[in-house]
């Protein structure tokens, strides 16, 4: 007769036996995992590192690994998985641990719902599940244990990213004492070396790259942003605009810039981006240097682009808007920091968005930013860069440029 551990090791093996054959990506992830079965209180029945799986057997957990049916346990593996693909753990290190695990959580449940999976059976009561409407779409989540149970509903639930909802949970939360505290920590959470992040993202390109094809497309989107390579801001803005600018009507010309030679350059009747929006935070936790070291960056992409161009400073709220048309250069030595207050990216996505519909208008902005502060919780329907020194900045959406 088995032992508890040869017991749930073999059931670990005949899960990765059953994603060999209808998963190969989870799968050969899960094959590079080494097993560690754990007696842990205030725990999950499962939790991962970069290189680890563990499954947890503290006999006060109301879910037991070994009593699950087999696709329960194949799904709790995968939910398990999706937590290093999407890269969480590296998330976890200055937020409130319990909820933003709530919140990827959630976000893991959306993807596992839209596979026609079903997650919810290996949920014990005191944990978050999801609230389905009657067409089976994900809209929200229901908390609490017993007949403390309800429902939280978050406005566009299926729109956002994990960032979002736990930014939109964290005042509910803060109410309910009722709800099972987890302790996490990073040992136990096996918080990654850089060389088992490496080898793992390494892995996951290659396990992705077989499987492409059968791939969700959540998981393809994860896998493109880890192939980018890193280039400079200028450089991509360049690319981005040239590939908007693709869409649209263009002739050539002389460029008399150039007198000792004859270039040709494109003249644009451009039907996407109208609008550049760049956007300066001009909060406290910005230094004059900071602030001096982006308008030098505006500056200098000022050179690059021909659109019309508005130029916002924003702390807490919008400070000053300075708008130029096509060819029109600002005074940018003339420009005085206005603001100096706390941090709220939101007043300048409300601008955009009035002036994109008002005028119907597509635009871009552009946010240099320490990336410390308020964002908004929807995705825009415009684009977004963020430009920052941060290296640990984590926006919610759009793309992000580092530089030094």
């Known amino acids: 007769m088995l032992n508890q551990h040869d017991e749930i090791k073999s059931l670990v093996d005949s899960a990765k036996m059953v994603l060999m054959v209808t998963e190969p990506f989870y799968g050969i992830l899960l094959s590079r995992m080494r097993l560690q079965i754990v007696d842990e209180p205030n725990r999950g029945l499962a939790y991962v590192g970069y290189s680890t799986i563990s499954i947890n057997v503290n006999k006060d957990l109301p879910v037991n690994f070994v009593s699950l049916p087999v696709d329960s346990r194949v799904t709790l593996i995968k939910h398990e998985l999706q937590h290093v693909i999407f890269g969480h753990l590296d998330s976890l290190v200055d937020l409130d641990k319990h909820v933003a695990n709530i919140a990827q959580d959630a976000v893991i449940h959306r993807n596992l719902l839209k596979e026609n999976i079903n ?11 999801p609230i389905l409407d009657k067409q089976g779409t994900y ?32 005042p509910e939360m803060e109410k ?20 088992d992040k490496e080898e793992f993202e390494e892995a996951l390109i290659q396990a992705a790259e077989m499987e492409w094809g059968n791939l969700p497309a959540s998981i393809q989107s994860r896998i493109k942003q880890l192939r980018e390579p890193e280039i ?10 040239r590939t908007e600018i693709s869409k649209t009507d263009y002739t050539w010309i002389a460029d008399s810039r150039f007198s000792h030679i004859t270039l040709m350059t494109p003249q644009f009747k451009n039907e996407s981006i109208k609008d550049v929006y760049l ?73 955009v968005k009035e002036k994109t519909s008002e005028f119907d208008r597509p635009a871009l902005l552009v946010y240099y930013t320490d990336c410390q502060g308020t964002f908004p919780l929807i995705k825009p329907d415009f684009t977004v860069i963020w430009v920052t020194k941060n290296l640990s900045a984590k926006p919610p959406f759009g793309s992000i440029i580092t530089i030094k």
């Open 119 to 129: 997650c919810l059976d290996y949920f014990p009561p005191g944990i978050v599940r």
């Open 139 to 170: 809209i929200g989540l229901t908390f609490g244990s017993g007949s403390n149970r309800s429902d939280y509903i978050i406005q566009d639930f299926d729109k956002l990213d994990w960032y979002a909802i736990y930014l939109a949970i964290i």
């Open 176 to 195: 309910r004492e009722e709800i099972v505290e987890y302790d996490f920590n990073d040992v136990e959470l096996g918080l990654p070396s850089l060389k």
């Open 232 to 241: 400079s801001w200028n450089s991509y803005l360049y690319n981005l605009i």
């Open 279 to 351: 956007a300066m935070d001009t909060s406290g936790s910005m230094s004059q240097k900071d602030i001096d070291d982006g308008i030098s960056e505006f500056k200098h992409l000022r050179e690059t682009i021909d659109f019309r161009l508005s130029f916002v400073q924003c702390d807490a709220k919008v400070q000053d808007v300075q708008t130029y048309e096509k060819y029109e250069e600002p005074e940018w030595e003339r420009i005085s920091t206005l603001g100096r207050g706390g941090t709220d990216f939101r007043p300048v996505f409300e601008l």
